[in-house]
């Protein structure tokens, strides 16, 4: 069942520089409004991103466990070069068409890996 995403990011200064920046992504009336929890094995893992009819995958966010240490690399397939990601902070990533699936890369077990899917 779809349901309505609004995706956004906050980017909040302090010190030398103070102010608010929010961005809005469009929101999306079909979202997956997904949750899924992921344990990774050390190399390639494939995330199978939850497409199916009726909805539309136009986000994610991916959140590490607290106080991760692996390295986690984002790739479309395994031999790509990648795009290493925080070890401890969220990404969130816009699609302007989700992917059957992608690889993230630990350096070692990483377990209960969130990917909120909008």
């Keep these: 069942m779809a349901v309505n995403a609004a995706r956004t990011i906050?980017?909040?200064?302090?010190?030398?520089v103070i102010g608010d920046k929010i961005f809005a992504a469009a929101e999306n009336?079909?979202?997956p409004?997904?949750?899924?929890?992921h344990?990774?094995?050390i190399g390639a893992n494939t995330i199978v991103v939850p497409l199916s009819v009726g909805i539309t995958v136009k986000g994610m966010t991916i959140i590490p466990p607290a106080g991760n240490a692996q390295s986690i690399i984002l790739k479309g397939v395994t031999g790509d070069t990648g795009v290493t990601l925080s070890k401890t902070d969220p990404t969130s990533i816009a699609f302007e068409a989700a992917p059957v699936n992608f690889v993230l890369t630990a350096g070692?077990?990483?377990s209960g890996l969130r990917i909120v899917w909008t």
Excluded: C, P, Q, R
Aim: proline share 0%.
């Design 108 to 110: 070692g077990v990483i």
């Design 33 to 37: 409004g997904a949750i899924t929890i």
């Design 29 to 31: 009336a079909l979202s």
């Design 39 to 41: 344990d990774l094995a």
């Design 10 to 16: 906050t980017i909040n200064f302090t010190g030398g």
